[in-house]
């Protein structure tokens, strides 16, 4: 079950830039890996976006998650995903009271403002399925109840490589629900030896302290909304998204969905950058893991990597606005 917020942990007033440096900086504690991949998992949560981070064991994808929900002062539920669970182990079910012969919902680990899907490929898709129409709409259904979620709420999912034995492939109509994913890699030489000196996921995950509250993390959402992203940009992301949907590349392009995910992600990027504006290098740098898992290319078992590189291929013949 979730845990409970407490107060918040920040002062009143505190800017933008502020707010994500102290996240930033709060994940970095424990996760010693690229700060590229951190500034992505920010982006996710300024953009309400759901975040897919997709690796092989043992790469920090599961501290990476529980660092940014440990920073975030809000309600937070971490569900591991197996061959054997249910839907209603995730959204909760309706059970008998005794005391008062009435029909009681107990909601399940879903009502979090941060849920971590700890291997999310090693679930059946039906029990995948109910995790996913819940991260689409942001409310449950059960027993003919509508309940919405509370704001705000992010899912951070991990899975293993799709050619790992026990694994079922999420279809690309539930990657789509995913605004981001994003591998981790294996860390440099330092950075390795600083997690086996420094152990922070046996001890600094354990008394990590939010940053920011769940107020926070709302106002910041709504600056990203305000981030002014020019007409010429809008115009650069709808012919990207176009000559994926012409490219011989692929059999499946970026669809009306996947460009409106794309500007938004580009907005939280500019304003985790510290800009009011977005720039043709903020929507660059975001086409491989907005895009990458929204597109399909001729061959079904391309890898992560060859997606990228069409895709890549695919924005060199789009103009870029001055």
Same mark, same amino acid.
Request: hydrophobic share 40%; aromatic share 4%; net charge negative.
């Given at each position: ?55 092989? &064991? ?66 059946? &898709? ?21 309940? &919405? ?106 669809? &009306? ?66």
């Amino acid at each position: 079950m979730p845990d409970s917020p407490a107060r918040s942990p920040n002062p009143p007033g505190l800017s933008p830039a502020e707010s994500v440096r102290r996240l930033r900086a709060n994940i970095a504690a424990v996760y010693f890996g690229a700060p590229a991949v951190i500034d992505r998992v920010i982006i996710c949560v300024l953009a309400r976006g759901h975040l897919l981070i997709e690796d092989v &064991p043992g790469v920090g994808k599961t501290v990476l998650a529980t660092a940014l929900a440990r920073s975030i002062d809000c309600s937070f539920s971490r569900i591991q995903l197996t061959p054997d669970l249910l839907p209603s182990d995730i959204l909760g079910t309706t059970v008998l009271d005794r005391d008062t012969s009435d029909f009681v919902f107990r909601p399940g680990p879903i009502f979090a403002n941060v849920v971590l899907a700890d291997e999310v490929n090693r679930t059946p &898709p039906r029990t995948q399925s109910a995790l996913l129409e819940a991260m689409s709409e942001a409310t449950v259904s059960i027993d003919g109840k509508v309940t &919405p979620l509370d704001q705000p709420f992010m899912v951070v999912a991990t899975q293993n490589p799709h050619d790992f034995e026990g694994t079922y492939p999420l279809p690309e109509n539930q990657l789509d629900r995913f605004l981001m994913r994003t591998a981790i890699g294996y860390p440099s030489n330092e950075d390795e030896a600083r997690v086996i000196d420094r152990r922070p996921a046996a001890e600094t995950l354990r008394t990590l302290r939010p940053v920011l509250h769940k107020d926070d993390v709302i106002r910041l959402q709504s600056a990203a909304d305000a981030v002014r992203l020019d007409p010429s940009l809008i115009d650069y992301i709808v012919r990207f998204a176009t000559a994926t949907r012409r490219s011989e590349l692929l059999s499946l392009g970026l669809s &009306p969905r996947g460009s409106l995910a794309l500007a938004q992600a580009a907005r939280a990027a500019a304003l985790v950058s510290g800009r009011a504006y977005v720039t043709p290098d903020d929507i660059v740098d975001l086409i491989s893991p907005v895009c990458g898992h929204r597109v399909v290319t001729k061959s079904r078992h391309a890898t992560t990597d060859i997606v990228a590189t069409a895709l890549d291929s695919i924005l060199e013949t789009v103009p870029s606005p001055a």
